[in-house]
C-alpha cells in the first residue's frame, strides 16, 4: 500500500470509471493468474463479490515474500490457522454477527466442523504425514475486525488475515483495516498492481502515474 493512501484511491476510481478503454489491457500477471481492466471492473466495485482471480496472485506474493525474508521457514508457513501445540483452530470470521442478529455459534457450529476436517483430510491426501491432522482440534473464534454489512468484502478482509496472521492472536486481533470498502478495495488493488512480481509491466502510462505521488489526473 503506498505512503499516500490517496494513490490507491485515485488508481482504482481511475480504472473504474475508465472501464471502456482499459476492459483489454492487461493489469496484472502473477504465476497462472493473469488479469484485464474488466476483472478489476468485475471484482474490484463496492458491493461485488472478489473472484479468487485476484486471491491466488496474493498467496503467490506472500509466498515469494517468505522465500525471499524467511528463508529458515519458508515453505512451512501455510494459511490454515492451526497451532498443534494447543491443539487449536483459530477461525477469523469477518461477518459482524451483533449486527446480523445472530450468533457466531449458530453458523460455525457444524459449518466449521465439516471444513477443518475436510482440509485435514484434503491435506493428508496431497502430502499424507506432512501435517498433523487437525480435524478434532478445538475450534476458537479469533477477535477480528469486522467488516460493514453487506459490503461484500469478506475475501480482501481474508487476504489482509493471510498477510498478518503469524499463529499468534494478537497479530489478528491488533490488526487495523479499514471498514471503508472504497479503502479497503483500493489498497489491495493497489498492491497488487504495483508488486515487484506483476509481469504485466509495463503497465499502461496512464496506470504507472499512480505509482509515484506526484500523481495528475491522466485524464484532465
Do not use: H, P, V
Given at each position: 500500500m503506498p505512503s499516500d493512501v490517496s494513490l490507491s484511491v485515485?488508481?482504482?476510481?481511475?480504472?473504474?470509471t475508465n472501464g471502456g478503454r482499459?476492459?483489454?489491457v492487461k493489469l496484472l500477471e502473477i504465476d497462472s493468474s493473469v488479469a484485464y481492466g474488466y476483472d478489476v471492473l468485475k471484482s474490484f466495485s463496492n458491493g461485488n463479490l472478489t473472484e479468487g482471480l485476484f486471491i491466488d496472485p496474493f498467496s503467490s506474493i506472500l509466498f515469494k515474500e517468505d522465500m525471499r525474508n524467511r528463508p529458515d521457514t519458508f515453505g512451512k508457513r501455510i494459511f490454515i490457522p492451526t497451532s498443534v501445540s494447543v491443539t487449536r483452530v483459530d477461525i477469523m470470521d469477518s461477518n459482524n454477527y451483533l449486527l446480523i442478529g445472530t450468533l457466531e455459534s449458530d453458523h460455525h457450529r457444524?459449518?466449521?466442523?465439516r471444513i477443518v476436517k475436510g482440509l485435514s483430510d484434503a491435506l493428508q491426501e496431497v502430502a499424507p504425514k506432512s501435517f498433523c491432522r487437525f480435524g478434532g482440534?478445538?475450534?476458537n473464534m479469533m477477535k477480528c475486525p469486522k467488516m460493514q454489512i453487506?459490503?461484500?468484502d469478506c475475501a480482501f478482509y481474508i487476504v489482509?488475515?493471510?498477510e498478518a496472521y503469524d499463529g499468534n492472536r494478537e497479530s489478528i486481533?491488533?490488526?487495523s483495516i479499514p471498514t471503508n470498502s472504497s479503502l479497503v478495495r483500493?489498497?489491495?488493488l493497489h498492491q497488487l498492481m504495483f508488486s515487484e512480481y506483476n509481469q504485466a509491466a509495463p503497465l499502461h502510462p496512464d496506470i504507472e502515474m499512480f505509482r509515484q505521488s506526484d500523481v495528475v489526473d491522466p485524464v484532465a
Open positions: 485515485q488508481l482504482r476510481d481511475f480504472l473504474l482499459m476492459d483489454s457444524a459449518l466449521s466442523k482440534f478445538r475450534r453487506c459490503s461484500n489482509r488475515f493471510m486481533e491488533t490488526l483500493s489498497s489491495i
